[in-house]
């Protein structure tokens, strides 16, 4: 490589880093999966946005041909297989097992449904949809079908940890429907090339692959996962650690990922099965798990998601019936597919809508797919841009949908009701009276006679049943009617108060928690949040040294770790 | 890319990592650096070796053009880059602050040395050392002289912390030199790449790229380090953590990365500096290091250095004259520059002779340099090569050279005594004296009356000094005259043997440690080190579910960890 494409590689990686970054905290932030953020991040910077308001910086930094789009493509590759990787590894072999059939009868239901509509529908009018001039009906539908009825286990992975929910028995079910379907629909769009005789790629004729696949899952998930289980303890014993556990678990996966794509399915999937026999092993500590889940996170899976966007003109290519058409059809035909599996697999309203949207989600693997039909002269742009909507709406869908559907209104923690406002960085206040009073006193929405009453209740309240905690910390409470929502003040108080505490020590870090009236949980919830995440001096002695709010928030928030 | 590429990529990925750390581990299984190890594993396959043997297999996974080659070097540039940022993130700026002027005087003086020698060489023979017919003889002096002087500060980093003095005074001490040569090093070499005026990539005349450089390192060490400070926090406080954290690691490394390159100094530097500002900020937590530096080094680190040794043939452009000639004057003129720097700075003569080895390692900077070289025509093939083994002679002399000077008898950890010839899974002893003699009887290089001999002390100690420590652990140890080095038998006891211990509980895990009569110290190190290991009840708890001696070996390596 030339120096200014060094230049403009490490440019390109930090840019679209960083934004995704940003945008997927900030999509958090706004209950949306993160994913969404990365892919927005990359339509931002991709040609949309960036290549339309300044092209020269766009085509500078993320250029369609040449050594550093190779790169970069090259970069993301990798990055969608360890992102798989990890996904892999924390799936949980044994709920899948106990899901296998019902995954096996929701997965063919949610696959038909959207096959058939999208089938007759290419079929019959093909030029509307966009055939390219002159292409083959039969293929062009098989493919129209096929992108219709994927589903993206990446952004379904993804989203599902970002809800919280990857580990439950829901969270396993639809990714055991995700990945049957995602299978199925890869060996269906191989045998689409290989019928369109065009995949230049292909070392083995379909059946060879089908048969190779299962033939490596079952292996590796067999023999596999023994030796897997059996060189863990040996790695441990007699090379470094963790670092030779990690540099296993990355050659087993890209390997893995050679051999998939090799045989004609996607690399992602080898490193998805390997992860799956790694991680089923208890040799693998947790701390091996979180190095490699949290770096792959911060590095690999931001870059793979905001890639997606980039190379792509969103708006030129635009055709809004089109686009309305495509995304409703998806929407209907997998929505109801999954849903009459649902029922005839006898699962909860809210389970078969939260699979539904899940399964919805078409995400990187339609894009994909769509890419190599447009390469190949499948599809024209029209419906390549239509197609990538619809893979988006769709996955943004997928998050907000599943939350609704199983009222994942995810518990508050303690820390969103904290605010600078309420924070007191060194108190004033000499003993509990005047500490009570003046963390009450930040509360300015209270009239002084409310915040009279509150410090009276309070400070009764200690007299019989003291609030002190062990290790200097103490939580008087009150529940205050009239107020909406809890809010909490924090002091620290360098001289210490008495806060008749068990382990006799003075109080050096004193919340002033305030709860609805009526919300009787909502108090206990906040004073367990505390005791649990101030359980370890160190913490509690960390928190103590911050010098401002922000520093104390970050104290708070990274509790939990240690060193 | 086509798919058989991306094959091909994960493939060579998988291969070189797999090798580079294999042979990493056995090189320190050796006492030597991994990174020698690392570096030989691309040797091994290259076309020195792969490449004579299985020509086609060295062709198909490390082809040296095309796209499969640009990808991978790309992957190992950004690798070389995280490598150096992790060590700048492990630098101590206070130390090296406090050894700068040292630092610079034996930087110069150790600088002067070897490119007085080589730029007069290489001025009078030029032919002989092997300029291209044709060229300027006043650039290949200068050349040559700088490759004699470079010192190369991944290698040397990598070294130091694989002996584990990387954060020592020494450690620091001779980082603070090799920061100094290598930045004055590829001032030189820019300066004599705008001499050829062959040097395209170059933006800035070469005084813009030193003051820039300057510049942007003062710049970064204050400014940019006071915000990093005040940014993490607030990192910390609002973004996920440690994601966010991680990210905001990478994104400000490969911005730096950028800016080094793109004034004319290497992509590295940036990253270094940017590591050191990050390293600083005390808001670093130890989690978040640990994250970057166990996955960068199980993944990046092994594919740069092993990819070194890809594309180059040793043996072809091998000429033996040429080389010891080269490797004499880099030895001579560096360690005699270092020790005439270290004696007029007063440094001690252990010291002196460390800096000297640790400054002597050419590794990845010479070898970076040579291949410009080679490809700006300035010098041939066999110069090259030469180079090329000077570098890695001077880097392989480095590790135990500077291990013999300072007497670094790395301290043996008791692990290193257990041997699953005296591992007893199951004991089946009923009490203490059984448990003892089940345990001696696994030392059958003792004759029965030396067995006996030994049990009856170790029992009778027991009497009178009980081993039993808390939450179910027993150490009974006795010395033994005869015995050469320690020796210690382990068994588990399911129901339990009462040791006496101050928790009243019965021991589980009995280790039986015979250490030779005469030494004092070593019983008092291997008990010590049993006690700090198995602090934590949970990893003693992990230790007792160990199914055969490897799970107990890996137990215990592991065991300082949590989760």
């Known amino acids: ?53 300044l092209p020269f910086l766009e085509n500078f930094l993320f250029p369609t041909t040449g050594n550093n789009s190779l790169v970069l493509n090259s970069i993301t590759t990798i990055g969608a297989s360890l992102f798989l990787l990890i996904a ?39 030029d509307f949809l966009g055939i390219q001039a002159g292409g083959d009906k039969r293929i062009f539908a098989l493919f129209f079908a096929t992108v219709l009825s994927i589903s993206a286990l990446p952004v379904i992975a993804k989203t599902l940890m970002d809800l919280g929910i990857y580990r439950t028995d829901t969270g396993m079910m639809i990714i055991a429907c995700a990945v049957f379907d995602d299978i199925l629909g890869w060996i269906i769009f191989a045998l689409i090339l290989s019928l369109a005789g065009k995949d230049q790629a292909a070392h083995f004729p379909i059946l060879y692959t089908i048969l190779m696949f299962f033939a490596f899952t079952i292996f590796m998930l067999t023999v596999g996962r023994y030796y897997i289980h059996k060189i863990l303890p040996w790695l441990k014993a007699h090379f470094t650690w963790p670092s030779g556990v990690l540099s296993f678990i990355l050659v087993v996966a890209l390997f893995c990922s050679a051999f998939t794509e090799w045989i004609g399915i996607h690399a992602i999937f080898g490193a998805f099965v390997a992860g799956v026999a790694i991680g089923d092993s208890h040799h693998l500590r947790e701390h091996t798990r979180t190095i490699i889940h949290e770096f792959v996170s911060s590095f690999f899976t931001p870059l793979f998601f905001g890639s997606i966007g980039l190379g792509i003109h969103f708006l030129k290519n635009f055709d809004l ?41 078409r995400g990187a693997m339609a894009i994909i797919l769509a890419l190599v039909a447009l390469q190949m002269n499948l599809i024209n742009e029209t419906l390549f841009v239509s197609l990538l909507i619809m893979s988006i709406l769709t996955s943004m869908m997928s998050g907000p949908g599943m939350q609704k559907v199983l009222h994942l209104s995810k518990k508050q923690r303690f820390t969103s009701y904290l605010s600078s406002k309420h924070f007191i960085s060194s108190l004033k206040a000499n003993n509990l009276s005047q500490a009570i009073e003046e963390l009450a006193n930040t509360f300015a929405f209270f009239t002084p006679e409310e915040r009279k009453k509150i410090v009276e209740e309070s400070i009764g309240r200690e007299e019989t049943m003291p609030t002190g905690l062990e290790n200097g910390v103490a939580i008087p409470h009150v529940r205050v009617s009239g107020l909406s929502k809890p809010v909490i003040a924090v002091g620290k108080s360098e001289i210490g108060i008495d806060f008749n505490s068990p382990d006799g020590e003075l109080s050096h870090l004193i919340f002033l928690i305030l709860t609805p009236k009526h919300e009787m949980q909502s108090q206990l919830e906040i004073i367990a949040d505390i005791a649990k995440t101030l359980e370890s001096k160190e913490s509690i002695h960390r928190t103590l040294q911050s010098l401002n709010f922000t520093e104390f928030l970050a104290a708070i928030k990274t509790a939990k770790a240690n060193g």
Not at 13 to 37: D, M, N, W
Not at 322 to 341: E, H, P, R, Y
């Open 321 to 361: 019936l089109l686009t309305v058409v495509i995304t409703a059809i998806a929407f209907l035909g997998k929505i109801s597919g999954c849903l009459m599996g649902g029922k005839a697999f006898k699962l909860t309203s809210s389970e078969s809508w939260a699979l539904a949207f899940a399964m919805n989600a």
């Open 1 to 53: 490589m030339q120096s200014q494409e060094i230049i403009i590689l490490f440019l390109s990686l930090a840019t679209l880093l960083f934004f995704s970054r940003l945008l997927g905290e900030i999509a958090k932030r706004y209950h949306q999966p993160a994913v969404i953020g990365e892919i927005m991040a990359g339509i931002l910077l991709g040609p949309t946005f960036l290549g339309t308001w």
């Open 88 to 126: 892999g590894m924390e799936l949980d072999l044994a709920t899948v097992f106990r899901q296998g059939k019902t995954a096996i009868g929701i997965g063919i239901s949610g696959l038909i449904m959207p096959f058939l509509v999208g089938f007759i529908l290419a079929w019959s009018f093909p």
